[in-house]
């Protein structure tokens, strides 16, 4: 299995969806393959349609605030004694998270294919707060499938949502959790498709749901590619990319720009979810799987047991607290492009805690297992190597959870 040079890596899955010949695909019903292609096709021809750029591009600077910051961590850099730290500020787009990008996108998909309503999924509420904000912001009605025990759990997210104007409805089957919910909205999406578009909130799902994503959070690393230039005057000798991994959108919109630089030159590093230290449960299927199965629509590393049963997850950010990952980042597991390992949650907040004693920023739990990793690698290395950290989330979301486990916000 090899990356090819020249062609985007959303583009190098093989004629049946699948990267590597194994990752990806299409495993849905009969009954969405129609809308399904509908989609490809519609998205196929807005990729290279300079207008519909132009208004991504408008929207991006003019409504999220894109470009977003690329500061030093001046003083994290000489209490740890090595590498220097930077970080990419994701979390000052409007919505304090990347998820904007994704939901941005869709959306005005949603309008060029003269759809009045967008519908998705959510787990712990973020991909539906985003969705429902940029429904709001272009007019679109907006149906957010949610299992009935996330609702219970995710009460600040659900009023978020309600506020802008989204109607949330409960799902009761299963799990009653995000699992069931995307198979509610995909069925409410086969009898609606007409009126209605689907968004998927992270680079998984059917193909075309991760290549959508893909190229909406590829935008991180446009700007990052033009600031990382302008500030060093090319791309330095030694860069290490970290950056939490959940369903993978981040990290892989992060990363996409520097895909064909040398693994040497522009390390990636992925950091999945460790879980609690003492429990054996965790969100790390790159890190810790090895077994490849089915979850929404596409094969990839699954956190699953011995009959293929798909197993519960365990973590303190909500975020990466998703047992499967996107088939982009198995392809980069599988051809070493990308390196993957875990933080657990004690990590993650010691991280927390580190860079906000140090620094004027508050990296919400899922960048925090990032920096956490940082905190580990920088002193082993020189000042010549330039990590990067992907600061995705703001704290203030957190700040419960926060509060309870370090007496502080
Ligand atoms: C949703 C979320 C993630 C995890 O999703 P990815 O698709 O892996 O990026 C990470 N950080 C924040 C702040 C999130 O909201």
Request: glycine residues 10%.
């Amino acid at each position: 299995m090899k990356i090819k040079k020249n062609i985007q890596l959303i583009d190098q899955h093989d004629k049946f969806g699948f990267w590597g010949g194994k990752f990806g695909g299409n495993f849905i019903p009969e009954t969405l393959k129609k809308p399904v292609e509908d989609l490809e096709i519609l998205f196929k021809k807005l990729r290279k349609d300079k207008k519909f750029i132009k208004e991504r591009d408008y929207y991006f600077k003019n409504w999220l605030g894109s470009p977003t910051r690329f500061i030093k961590l001046h003083n994290l850099t000489n209490y740890l004694g090595g590498a220097q730290i930077w970080a990419k500020v994701v979390s000052d787009l409007n919505g304090g998270a990347h998820k904007s990008l994704n939901a941005t996108v869709h959306c005005l998909i949603a309008k060029r294919s003269g759809k009045k309503s967008v519908c998705g999924d959510t787990g712990a509420g973020y991909a539906g707060k985003m969705l429902s904000m940029a429904a709001k912001k272009f007019g679109l009605k907006c149906k957010i499938f949610m299992g009935a025990k996330d609702i219970k759990r995710q009460k600040p997210n659900c009023d978020a949502m309600r506020k802008n104007g989204a109607e949330i409805i409960p799902v009761y089957t299963g799990s009653q959790t995000l699992v069931d919910a995307v198979s509610e909205c995909m069925r409410y999406w086969v009898s609606n498709c007409d009126t209605t578009h689907m968004c998927v909130g992270s680079t998984v799902g059917p193909n075309i749901f991760v290549k959508i994503c893909g190229w909406s959070t590829s935008q991180i690393s446009r700007e990052l590619f033009k600031q990382i230039k302008k500030e060093f005057g090319r791309i330095p000798k030694k860069v290490k990319l970290l950056n939490c991994v959940g369903g993978g959108s981040s990290s892989f919109g992060f990363w996409n720009e520097f895909m064909h630089y040398d693994k040497k030159q522009v390390e990636f590093i992925g950091i999945e979810a460790g879980g609690p230290k003492k429990s054996k449960r965790h969100a790390a299927p790159l890190t810790y799987g090895s077994k490849i199965g089915i979850l929404h629509g596409a094969a990839q590393y699954v956190n699953q047991d011995f009959e293929g049963q798909i197993e519960e997850t365990e973590s303190i950010s909500a975020g990466l607290d998703y047992p499967g990952v996107s088939p982009l980042h198995c392809f980069l597991k599988d051809t070493k492009r990308a390196r993957y390992t875990a933080a657990t949650d004690e990590e993650a907040l010691s991280a927390y805690k580190l860079v906000t004693k140090f620094e004027n920023l508050s990296p919400s739990l899922e960048p925090s297992h990032a920096f956490a990793e940082a905190i580990k690698l920088a002193p082993k290395l020189n000042k010549d190597t330039i990590i990067i950290v992907n600061s995705c989330g703001d704290a203030h979301k957190d700040r419960d959870i926060l509060k309870q486990r370090l007496g502080k916000f």
